[in-house]
């Protein structure tokens, strides 16, 4: 168990919708992270946000937005859903600012998908 | 930006055997190569990191080498094991603030 809790584990929705998924970092990380896997495509950078800040973005889309709040739990917003964005996406927390300088712990993903 | 490619996407290999797999990376200024092994259903953890000041770390059964003039490096895994089976992403950073880019992972499968 990494610490790391996502929400909702498993989440099927149509296109054109929007959904949220939630993120709770081990205690004691400030920073979050969102990635994207799609079948072949490995670990798609797409935020950080470190004690509430956004601090990086990576191939996020427009449609996507996150946020993290004073409590240091982390909302991944996706909205105008398209079959495409069928994905999991992961969550993951360290203790410091950046990703490169260590260890980061990945929840278990919340596995979207579009019909 | 940093591209990091790795290779090869599958490998099955015999209960005992070694596996190898291969990353090579774009960004000389990278200088921390994390591998993470993601086990089904499971988000990656990770198994072993090397920083670019050594050519080579080892952990028990695995083991990771760096090659920073080629751009490459590599994951050793010895005496492999069912519980050896997953997904593995190699991946590179230039430190600090800069984001870890991960590779497209390689599937392991480990033969009882």
């Known amino acids: 168990d990494s610490g790391v809790t996502q929400t909702p584990k498993h989440l099927i929705t149509a296109t054109g919708q929007r959904v949220t998924l939630r993120c709770s970092p081990r205690?004691?990380?400030?920073?979050v992270y969102w990635y994207q896997q799609s079948l072949d495509q490995g670990l798609q950078f797409l935020i950080q946000y470190y004690n509430g800040e956004e601090r990086a973005k990576g191939n996020i889309l427009e449609r996507f937005s996150a946020q993290q709040f004073p409590d240091l739990h982390s909302e991944l917003n996706l909205s105008s859903l398209e079959l495409g964005d069928s994905a999991l996406y992961f969550c993951?927390?360290?203790?410091?600012?950046?990703?490169?300088?260590?260890?980061?712990?990945f929840g278990e993903g919340s596995r979207l998908t579009v019909l | 930006g940093e591209n990091v490619e790795q290779h090869p996407s599958t490998l099955s290999v015999q209960e005992g055997d070694s596996a190898v797999i291969k990353c090579t990376y774009s960004?000389?200024?990278?200088?921390?190569f994390p591998w993470y092994k993601q086990e089904l259903g499971k988000g990656p953890q990770l198994i072993i990191d090397?920083?670019?000041?050594?050519g080579e770390k080892k952990d028990q059964r695995i083991a990771v080498t760096l090659n920073k003039t080629a751009k490459h490096f590599s994951l050793h895994i010895t005496e492999t094991q069912p519980e050896d089976s997953a997904v593995y992403f190699c991946a590179a950073s230039s430190g600090g603030y800069q984001k870890v880019t991960f590779g497209t992972g390689t599937k392991l499968q480990v033969i009882p």
């Open positions: 090397i920083r670019s000041n050594v």
């Open positions: 205690s004691g990380d400030l920073s």
């Open positions: 960004d000389s200024a990278s200088n921390y």
């Open positions: 993951a927390s360290s203790v410091s600012q950046g990703s490169g300088t260590g260890e980061l712990f």
